[in-house]
């Protein structure tokens, strides 16, 4: 065997085979509006139809289907819509199959950037009914047309359904059975549910004994009771018992209303749209003299020693909220108190939701003893003759009397000067130069040494040195005053070693220039002084602030 047959030349073969491409992960989304069972079959088969070519599709992978039952494309709300999104966001998707514009989304705006959002992803929306495609360059211009149509179809769909339902009003036919404590429906007919029906005489028995609805509660919590759906009662649940009209026998319909097709905002129909009064729909459970006066004790201020006649007479007149009364306490022990009603949303929400002034309670009493020309203020003769207060804007009270006359006053806030009077604001003074801080800790010239230019405090400056030392001076703030006083700390300190308790005896000291400063003490008279700089004073980077 010769050399050349034991050294074999291998040569390696080229895979010629390509890589297999990825496959686009593709999902669908499905949507019906109402929760029944044709739509439901509906939605089924829609489910049914877009699974089935995803998955045989080689160019595709399932990425699943979602599907939302029983809500209206006009709402965001929606609960596989917003996992689809999510999902997106995760890249777990690259198209997104849909049967129609409506199916997507019946809110243009929404929709639009949704697109837009999916868009900026990588991912896109094919529409199979209009046959658009979000990634081609055309595809966003027609989704915009087409959503303003479909957002304009729920629109006259919505007004047909409320033109339906007030058309039913009108017969004395209610839209829908309603859960109502106390009743519940056989048919079309509402029938007693004598154990909730004893709730519900209970209720309004407490309140003619003069009971109120916090202790009613405390009393249905003790025995067990809850509310139709279940739940503990609360001040809400028990007002609304009371202020409802069904436990009479008789039917208002339309006692709320929707604000809007996008946001669906319901609110109480307090004149807005017309109601309907329909008599004696089902057997009542209370009398419709007991729901009366009822009613017109609820409309009276309860007596002045436990709640105040300004108590739901006092209005915002930027968000509508009544003002409740709040007890505040200031001064050095809290030892001061004084009362200012406030509005409600404020309280809450704070002053991104309203900014409406805090009234405090005397302004109230003193100018409502002004318009009903009384010498001393007197809540009987408030309650009898003032109907409402309204707060209109910063300085404005508008008070609506009861028989229908207004008048209007001027007012200005003296909440922080009720209980802000000298002595508190030297304590104040005090506090804020450090004299109630841990002396240890606290620098002693802190607060005291003030620029004569600007009026600002001047502040502390650390300069260290290549040997390891370090010395602090103190300089004006503030920038572009024009005040390049500055003073070593070691200075200060020679300047006032005679004068014990420093923060307690001295009110401040001004830095005149560069060579002078002025010394004022507490009993009242100032002292002129002058130095020399001991150190260079060059700005250095090393230098940092206290």
Same mark, same amino acid.
């Given at each position: 065997?010769?050399?050349?047959?034991?050294?074999?030349?291998?040569?390696?073969?080229?895979?010629?085979?390509?890589?297999?491409?990825?496959?686009?992960?593709?999902?669908?989304?499905?949507?019906?509006?109402?929760?029944?069972?044709?739509?439901?079959?509906?939605?089924?088969?829609?489910?049914?139809?877009?699974?089935?070519? %995803?998955?045989?599709?080689?160019?595709?992978?399932?990425?699943?289907?979602?599907?939302?039952?029983?809500?209206?494309?006009?709402?965001?709300?929606?609960?596989?819509?917003?996992?689809?999104?999510?999902?997106?966001?995760?890249?777990? %998707?690259?198209?997104?199959?849909? $049967?129609?514009?409506?199916?997507?989304?019946?809110?243009?705006?929404?929709?639009?950037?949704?697109?837009?959002?999916?868009?900026?992803?990588?991912?896109?929306?094919?529409?199979?009914?209009?046959?658009?495609?979000?990634?081609?360059?055309?595809?966003?211009?027609?989704?915009?047309?087409?959503?303003?149509?479909?957002?304009?179809?729920?629109?006259?769909?919505?007004?047909?359904?409320?033109?339906? %339902?007030?058309?039913?009003?009108?017969?004395?036919?209610?839209?829908?059975?309603?859960?109502?404590?106390?009743?519940?429906?056989?048919?079309?007919?509402?029938?007693?549910?004598?154990?909730?029906?004893?709730?519900?005489?209970?209720?309004?028995?407490?309140?003619?004994?003069?009971?109120?609805?916090?202790?009613?509660?405390?009393?249905?919590?003790?025995?067990?009771?809850?509310?139709?759906?279940?739940?503990?009662?609360?001040?809400?649940?028990?007002?609304?018992?009371?202020?409802?009209? !069904?436990?009479?026998?008789?039917?208002?319909?339309?006692?709320?209303?929707?604000?809007?097709?996008?946001?669906?905002?319901?609110?109480?129909?307090?004149?807005?749209?017309?109601?309907?009064?329909?008599?004696?729909?089902?057997?009542?459970?209370?009398?419709?003299? %007991?729901?009366?006066?009822?009613? !017109?004790?609820?409309?009276?201020?309860?007596?002045?020693?436990?709640?105040?006649?300004?108590?739901?007479?006092?209005?915002?007149?930027?968000?509508?909220?009544?003002?409740?009364?709040?007890?505040?306490?200031?001064?050095?022990?809290?030892?001061?108190?004084?009362?200012?009603?406030?509005?409600?949303?404020?309280?809450?929400?704070?002053?991104?939701?309203?900014?409406?002034?805090?009234?405090?309670?005397?302004?109230?009493?003193?100018?409502?003893?002004?318009?009903?020309?009384?010498?001393?203020?007197?809540?009987?003769?408030?309650?009898?003759?003032?109907?409402?207060?309204?707060?209109?804007?910063?300085? $404005?009270?508008?008070?609506?009397?009861?028989?229908?006359?207004?008048?209007?006053?001027?007012?200005?806030?003296?909440?922080?000067?009720?209980?802000?009077?000298?002595?508190?604001?030297?304590?104040?003074?005090?506090?804020? $130069?450090?004299?109630?801080?841990?002396?240890?800790?606290?620098?002693?010239?802190?607060?005291?040494?003030?620029?004569?230019?600007?009026?600002?405090?001047?502040?502390?400056?650390?300069?260290?040195?290549?040997?390891?030392?370090?010395?602090?001076?103190?300089?004006?703030? !503030?920038?572009?005053?024009?005040?390049?006083?500055?003073?070593?700390?070691?200075?200060?300190?020679?300047?006032?070693?005679?004068?014990?308790?420093?923060?307690?005896?001295?009110?401040?000291?001004?830095?005149?220039?560069?060579?002078?400063?002025?010394?004022?003490?507490?009993?009242?008279?100032?002292?002129?002084?002058?130095?020399?700089? !001991?150190?260079?004073?060059?700005?250095?980077?090393?230098?940092?602030?206290?």
């Amino acid at each position: 065997m010769t050399n050349d047959d034991k050294c074999k030349h291998v040569t390696p073969l080229q895979n010629t085979l390509p890589p297999s491409p990825r496959r686009d992960r593709t999902a669908a989304y499905a949507r019906v509006s109402l929760d029944s069972a044709d739509l439901k079959h509906s939605l089924s088969a829609q489910v049914s139809y877009y699974t089935r070519p %995803i998955q045989q599709n080689p160019q595709w992978e399932y990425a699943g289907v979602y599907a939302d039952c029983g809500i209206s494309g006009t709402s965001g709300s929606r609960p596989q819509w917003q996992q689809l999104l999510s999902d997106c966001h995760a890249g777990k %998707i690259d198209i997104i199959l849909t $049967k129609s514009v409506s199916r997507f989304a019946r809110n243009t705006v929404d929709l639009l950037t949704s697109i837009r959002q999916l868009k900026s992803l990588g991912v896109a929306v094919r529409f199979e009914k209009e046959q658009l495609d979000s990634a081609t360059d055309d595809g966003e211009l027609m989704l915009t047309i087409l959503a303003s149509f479909a957002q304009e179809e729920s629109r006259s769909i919505s007004d047909n359904v409320k033109w339906r %339902i007030r058309k039913k009003f009108e017969q004395g036919i209610p839209a829908g059975h309603f859960r109502v404590l106390g009743y519940h429906w056989e048919g079309d007919q509402m029938v007693i549910i004598p154990e909730e029906a004893a709730i519900v005489r209970y209720i309004f028995q407490n309140f003619l004994k003069g009971k109120s609805r916090t202790e009613t509660k405390k009393e249905l919590d003790a025995d067990g009771l809850r509310t139709a759906g279940g739940y503990s009662f609360c001040d809400s649940s028990i007002r609304g018992v009371l202020c409802n009209i !069904t436990y009479t026998g008789n039917t208002l319909l339309q006692k709320t209303f929707t604000t809007d097709l996008i946001h669906k905002v319901r609110r109480y129909n307090r004149g807005e749209l017309p109601q309907f009064f329909v008599k004696s729909t089902h057997e009542a459970i209370i009398s419709m003299e %007991i729901f009366r006066e009822v009613q !017109t004790k609820m409309m009276q201020p309860r007596d002045v020693g436990n709640r105040s006649c300004f108590s739901g007479h006092v209005r915002c007149g930027s968000c509508g909220s009544i003002y409740e009364r709040s007890t505040r306490r200031c001064g050095k022990n809290n030892e001061q108190e004084y009362t200012i009603w406030i509005c409600r949303s404020k309280r809450k929400n704070g002053t991104a939701c309203c900014g409406a002034k805090s009234i405090p309670e005397h302004m109230l009493e003193s100018l409502s003893g002004e318009v009903l020309q009384l010498s001393s203020f007197d809540p009987k003769i408030f309650a009898a003759e003032i109907e409402t207060i309204a707060v209109v804007g910063c300085d $404005k009270l508008v008070f609506h009397f009861k028989n229908g006359s207004i008048l209007q006053r001027q007012w200005h806030s003296t909440a922080r000067t009720d209980c802000w009077n000298a002595q508190l604001r030297e304590q104040f003074s005090r506090q804020c $130069k450090g004299i109630n801080r841990n002396p240890h800790t606290q620098n002693p010239f802190t607060g005291l040494i003030h620029c004569p230019h600007c009026g600002h405090s001047a502040v502390r400056q650390l300069r260290h040195y290549k040997d390891g030392t370090s010395a602090a001076f103190w300089h004006c703030r !503030t920038k572009g005053c024009g005040n390049a006083s500055k003073i070593w700390e070691d200075t200060l300190k020679d300047m006032v070693r005679d004068v014990p308790r420093l923060p307690y005896l001295v009110r401040y000291i001004e830095l005149v220039d560069t060579r002078n400063v002025k010394i004022c003490y507490t009993d009242g008279h100032c002292e002129a002084k002058s130095f020399q700089q !001991t150190r260079k004073m060059r700005t250095r980077k090393a230098d940092r602030r206290d």
